[in-house]
C-alpha cells in the first residue's frame, strides 16, 4: 500500500490516508511516499510500519545514533531541527482546538532549544542481564523489550562518557549476581552522579562491591545506591542556587528550563504584596524565584525528598517567604478550600496525567490569575477546557522545545479570572 505523509503526530508518527482512513505510520515524515506494511486496524484509523521509501521528505537527515528507530527515547532524528519546531507548534494547536475547543488563542511561536542534541542532564536507564552479562539502555518505543546502548547522542557529555563506562563495567559481569532494575545519573554539566536502583527482592547492601567497582573509574566515580544516603550536587537558575540528588525529578534542558521560569516570572507580574501557591513544586524551581518577587509563597509537593531539599535551597539562598509543604496537591487543596485561604496567583506544574482532579478546588479558591506548566498537549487541553467552564479565560500559551528530537513538548499557560 503506498501513501504520502502529510503531517506528524503527537506521538512522533506520520500521518497519512488511504480510502478515508487515517494511518499513523511509525518513521513516516510529512512529504513522504511511501509503502506500507499494516500492522494493526482500529475501525476509523490504522497503524502501520514503512516497507519503502518511494521519495523523501525534503526534511529528512540521517540520525546520528545507531539505534535510532529501535530505541525509544527519540522519534525525530531523521527530521531537520527547523521541521520539529514546526511540527510542534502546529500538534499543540491541533490539540488545543480538538480537545479544547479553543480555536483563538493566542499561541507564541515555540522557543528553540540552544542545543538540539547534548542537552540532556538527566536520564533514566533499565538495565537487565541477558544472555551472560547485563545491559544498559531505553525501553524500545510502546514495548518493555531493552535496546542496548553505550551511549546517547541526546544526553550531556558527562553523562554520555557515564553511559558509556557503565556500559562497558556492566557487560564484563558474566554473572547475574546482582538484582539491578535502573539507574538514574544527573550532570551538574561538569561531572556525572549516580543512583543504581535494586531490584524489588535484593538487598541494597549486596551492591556495595559493584558501587566500589565502578568508583574506580572517574566517569561512574561518585555513584550511590537508591535506599542509601544519595550524593547530593548543586546547581544554578537564573543566580539562585538549588540542591538536588539523580532520583529527582528536575528539568532535563536546563538552558530551556531557565527560559521557562523566566516566561513565569513575567507572565505572573508580580507587584511585591501577593500570596502565591505553587502545586506540584518539586525542589523549589519556581518557587523561589517568584518569592523574591512577591509576599510569601507556597510550596506543595508530595516528596519529602524534594521538599526538604527545597527547603535547603531556600535558606542557601537567604529566601524567608517561602514554606513548603510535604503532602500531595489533592490533599493540601482541599483542606485550602476548608480553610478558605486566598491566592493571587496560583502556578501548577503537574505530572503528564495532568491537574483534572483538583481543578474543582482550584477554582473555588478563586486566585486572579492561573499559570499552568505542561508536558502534556493533550492533558493541558482537557484541563484547560474545564477551567474555561470555571470561570477561567486562557490568555496565551508559549511552547518550549525543552526535548530535541523527540515528539514531546513543554509548555506554559496563562490563565486569568473572567
Sequence with gaps: ???????????????????????????????????????KEKGSYAEAEIEEIVSSSPERTKPPCPVF???????????????????????????????????????????????????????????????????????????????????????????????????????????????????????????????????????????????????????????????????????TILGLKFYSIPSLFIQANREIHERLVETLLEWSDLKGDERVLDLYSGIGNFSLHLAKRCEEVVGVDVSAKAVNHAKKSAEANSITNVAFDASPSEL?????????????????????????????????LSPKRIIYVSCDPPTLARDLKTLREMGYRTLKIRPFDMFPQTYHIESIALLMKI
Design 69 to 235: 528507530g529501535k530505541c525509544g527515547g527519540c522519534q525525530w532524528q531523521h527530521l531537520t531541527y527547523f521541521a520539529q519546531l514546526k511540527a510542534k507548534e502546529g500538534i499543540l494547536r491541533e490539540t488545543l482546538e480538538r480537545i479544547g475547543g479553543l480555536k483563538y488563542i493566542e499561541i507564541d511561536p515555540i522557543v528553540p532549544s540552544p542545543k538540539e542534541y547534548g542537552y540532556r542532564d538527566r536520564v533514566t536507564l533499565s538495565i537487565r542481564f541477558e544472555k551472560g552479562s547485563y545491559l544498559i539502555g531505553y525501553h524500545e518505543e510502546r514495548s518493555r523489550r531493552q535496546i542496548e546502548i553505550e551511549g546517547c547522542p541526546i544526553a550531556s557529555k558527562p553523562i554520555d562518557e557515564t553511559i558509556f563506562r557503565l556500559s562497558k563495567s556492566l557487560s564484563s559481569m558474566s554473572t547475574a549476581r546482582y538484582l539491578l532494575e535502573k539507574v538514574h545519573i544527573t550532570s551538574d554539566e561538569k561531572i556525572a552522579y549516580i543512583t543504581l536502583v535494586p531490584g524489588w527482592e535484593e538487598d541494597p547492601k549486596r551492591l556495595n562491591s559493584f558501587r566500589n567497582q565502578l568508583k574506580k573509574s572517574l566517569e561512574t566515580e561518585i555513584v550511590c545506591i537508591a535506599g542509601d544516603d544519595e550524593r547530593e550536587y548543586e546547581f
Design 332 to 364: 493540601f487543596i482541599g483542606e485550602s478550600v476548608k480553610r478558605g485561604d486566598r491566592f493571587d496567583l496560583i502556578v501548577l506544574d503537574p505530572p503528564r496525567e495532568g491537574a483534572k482532579d483538583i481543578l474543582k478546588e482550584l477554582a473555588e
Design 1 to 39: 500500500m503506498e501513501i504520502q505523509i502529510e503531517k506528524l503526530a503527537f506521538g512522533g508518527a506520520g500521518i497519512g490516508r488511504t480510502a478515508g482512513k487515517v494511518v499513523f505510520v511509525r518513521g513516516g515524515l510529512p512529504g513522504d511516499v511511501v509503502k506500507v506494511r499494516i500492522t
